[in-house]
């Protein structure tokens, strides 16, 4: 599964997985995008800031 946030948003979302998940240590890792268009970057700040 892959999830999409910004860097600042990413320690909500790692808590929230390690809280959620039923195993004891689920893979949960970061891999930055290093490029994209400009459009789909913006909606992806666009979308986790109106969360």
Not at 14 to 35: G, I, K, M, S
Request: hydrophobic share 40%.
């Amino acid at each position: 599964m892959l999830l999409y946030t910004t860097d600042d948003r990413y320690p909500q979302l790692e808590a929230y997985l390690l809280d959620a998940h039923p195993w004891d240590n689920p893979q949960v890792t970061a891999v930055p995008v290093v490029r994209g268009s400009a459009a789909y970057l913006q909606w992806i700040t666009r979308t986790v800031e109106g969360v």
